[in-house]
């Protein structure tokens, strides 16, 4: 988003679970308590996305409050990096329109904006109905067994603490850039993360892309690892195709940064669960 100029045209980067290897939809992993947290940070999300302009916006106009919506609350790195937020932003009015390019007028901000707290609603925004579902929906499937085992607050402590370093360690990577990035997926990687450490053999029922969709029941390791090998390869060009607008970087860091304390937290843990290659733990 070019905020030097009189006018900006509508993007945003979305840290979003693209280009999986498989589609979980169950996992085999029993649970000694209900997961709060987990249901409340889903029901959370989807709340604020059916308030968000991102849905109640309409209109040839839609697109320029969608992107004065997102440089007022989501993380931009220019201003995680500098600490400051942008001088230009857009204002909501349209400028122009061109075929499929809609140019959206800026201005100096009326509000002000503290750029570490907007990491924390960036987590909570989303740009679309697939972008904010495949996000839930890993978080549902792999959120509640992490919950049962750190605790609610704790789960909820390190849920955030990994949306923190995943978007500080997507801005360091690009200093200067002012596209807003959205999306939370970087916290959710964390807890992909330490779920492959602590629970790595556990069953997960997914849906394997080949011709069509097939019903497969794989490890963990298995359908996380593939998982973040595709982020990483994504997030350092070797697939050979464009990244988009998916900040595939933030994945990774998420993603190493839940590992990390999902190792801890399993040498330090006194559950004496242990979870063979069905999933089913042996007390």
């Known amino acids: 988003m070019a905020h030097n100029s009189p006018e900006t045209r509508t993007k945003n980067r979305r840290s979003g679970h693209h280009g999986a290897v498989v589609i979980p939809i169950h ?135 990994c949306g923190y370093i995943a978007a500080y360690g997507f801005a360091y990577a690009s200093p200067d850039s002012t596209t807003p990035l959205l999306g939370a997926s970087g916290a959710i990687a964390g807890v992909l993360g330490a779920y492959l450490v602590i629970f790595p053999r556990a069953r997960v029922w997914g849906l394997v892309p080949f011709l069509f969709f097939i019903p497969l029941k794989l490890p963990a390791w298995l359908v996380l690892g593939g998982w973040f090998l595709l982020q990483w390869l994504y997030a350092t060009g070797h697939t050979g195709s464009a990244v988009g607008d998916v900040a595939y970087l933030a994945h990774v860091v998420g993603f190493i940064t839940g590992a990390l304390i999902g190792l801890f937290v399993r040498a330090g843990s006194s559950d004496p669960r242990r979870y063979p290659a069905d999933g089913r733990p042996a007390w």
């Open 27 to 161: 996992d085999v992993n029993p649970l000694r308590r209900a997961p709060i947290v987990t249901f409340a940070l889903v029901a959370l999300n989807v709340v604020i996305f059916l308030l968000s302009p991102m849905t109640t916006s309409h209109g040839e106009a839609a697109p320029c409050h969608q992107a004065a919506f997102l440089d007022q609350y989501a993380a931009i790195p220019h201003e995680l990096t500098h600490n400051q937020q942008l001088t230009r932003v857009p204002t909501g009015d349209l400028k122009a329109v061109h075929g499929q390019e809609v140019l959206c007028t800026t201005g100096q901000p009326t509000y002000h904006k503290s750029p570490p707290l907007s990491v924390l609603y960036a987590m909570f925004l989303h740009a679309g109905w697939l972008h904010l579902l495949g996000n839930m929906l890993f978080l549902w499937i792999f959120g509640n067994n992490i919950e049962d085992r750190f605790g609610r607050l704790r789960f909820l402590l390190f849920y955030l603490f």
